[in-house]
């Protein structure tokens, strides 16, 4: 179970003493457990990855704020959280997989750029959360012009 993971590999952070890991690590512990409050039970590995991709999101966001300000040493210490919440995603689908499957969906739709929406909602369920929704967006854009 990821959440597990994620708390076994916090401790042995802990132990090494490896700060900026720790910090990250529990902050992400932090959102897990606010999630689990809301559920009232222990989130599923999906709802831990949409925790880690709200995390990661938010990293993102601080990593282009810091720079835009100027601030390369915050943004640097943002770029390591990066580094550390991405190892506890599913592997990258690579661009010709993806390609594949937003072709397949257009082809089994039919769709027009009329039905954005609803090939998006395919090809988000077909990725499962190893792509990013821009990049998914990019592609389904191009296959319905």
Known sequence: MLLTQIKDDLKQAMKA??????TCLRMLVAALTL???DLHREPSDDEVLSVLRTQLKQVSDSIDQYAAGGREDLAQAERQ?????KVYLPQEMSTEELEAIVAAVVAETGATKKEFGAVMKLVMARAAGRADGKLINQYVSRALN
Not at 17 to 22: M, P, W, Y
Not at 81 to 85: E, G, K, R, S, Y
Request: aromatic letters at 0%; zero cysteines.
């Open 17 to 22: 003493g490896d700060r900026e890991k720790v």
């Open 35 to 37: 999630k689990e409050k």
């Open 81 to 85: 959280n990066q580094a550390i919440l």
